[in-house]
């Protein structure tokens, strides 16, 4: 489907959100997934700025079902060095199976930083740098972060469980270990 106009792309998505809301006393979702509209220039060719967005989402995607992968596999206790060798750190605030929300926090070196939500926002690593943050919830509020692209070197990670008013944070030195790459936030 392309549009030609932001109106009618608008419109189309009002309409693909009304088809696909449950009928009446019906509480599942149609399971299908929704196929995303390109933006067209007048020529009708898909705009780059169309592109390079749904080549972003697919990314998302791909790392989001990545992630609850290792999560899976570090519940199972078959982890192996994959964190290693993806060069990613796992957080597991332990959390309880119906937690709805989940922030975690990552700064580099060895701070220590409020532990309110606010102070978390706030930090600054020990190299000036703000904290890299992610928010998980819903069915993966639960699960442990997953955080990538982490060199070695000594971080501080924190969490936030639920609508706690205080996170708890951890120092973590990351080598070329699998074992330095999981931090487990003792509950206080």
Known sequence: MVHRTIPGLL??????????APAPGRSEAVKEPV???????KAGTPS?????????????????????????????GTLGDRLVTDGSLLVDARAPADTSQ????????????ATDLAGLKAARGADGGAARA???????????AIFDDIAAGIYTVCAIVGGAAQGRCATATVDATAASRVVVLAER
Request: glycine share 10%.
């Open 35 to 41: 196929a995303v509209p390109v933006v067209a220039d």
């Open 11 to 20: 419109a189309s998505l009002w309409l693909v959100s009304c088809e696909e």
């Open 134 to 144: 992610l928010l998980l919830g819903g069915e993966d509020g639960p699960r442990p």
């Open 48 to 76: 780059p700025e169309s592109e390079r967005l749904q080549g972003r989402h697919g990314e998302r995607i791909q790392r989001l079902l990545a992630h609850r992968e290792i999560g899976a596999a570090y519940a199972a």
């Open 102 to 113: 989940m922030r975690y926090f990552l700064l580099n070196g060895e701070v220590r930083p």
